[in-house]
C-alpha cells in the first residue's frame, strides 16, 4: 500500500522560508515522478511543481524562482523549499505520485504577519 506523507507546513511571516517534506512508502520512490501542489480556501487545487526520476524539475510561474523541489531516493524523501513567502502562498499543499496517482493528506501553510 502506497503512502504518502507531508511534513513541515506551519505559520510563517511574509518573506521568510519554510521546507515542506513528503516521505514515500510502499513503492519504488525512485521510479515516480512527484509533484507539489496546493489548495487555498475557495479554490481548485493548483500544481506548484515537479521533479521526474532524472531529476528535472519544472515551476509554476507563480513559485519560480522562490521555490525549489528536490528529491533524496535514498530515503524516499521530496521535499520543497520555499522561500520569499507571500500571503498569497498560504494553501494547503499536498504531494502527489504521478506513478498510481496517489496523493498525501496535505500540510497547511499559512503566511501572514
Known amino acids: 500500500q502506497v503512502q504518502l506523507v507531508e511534513s513541515g507546513g506551519g505559520l510563517v511571516q511574509p518573506g521568510g522560508s519554510l521546507r515542506l517534506s513528503c516521505a514515500v512508502s510502499?513503492?519504488?520512490?525512485?521510479?515516480?515522478?512527484m509533484g507539489w501542489y496546493r489548495q487555498a480556501p475557495g479554490k481548485q487545487r493548483d500544481w506548484v511543481a515537479t521533479?521526474?526520476?532524472?531529476?528535472?524539475?519544472n515551476y509554476a510561474d507563480s513559485v519560480k524562482g522562490r521555490f525549489t523541489i528536490s528529491r533524496d531516493n535514498a530515503k524516499n524523501t521530496m521535499y520543497l523549499r520555499m522561500a520569499s513567502l507571500k500571503p498569497e502562498d498560504t494553501a494547503v499543499y499536498y504531494c502527489?505520485?504521478?506513478?498510481?496517482?496517489?496523493w498525501g493528506q496535505g500540510t497547511q501553510v499559512t503566511v501572514s504577519s
Open positions: 502527489y505520485r504521478h506513478l498510481g496517482g496517489y
Open positions: 510502499g513503492s519504488i520512490f525512485s521510479s515516480s515522478a
Open positions: 521533479i521526474t526520476p532524472s531529476y528535472t524539475t
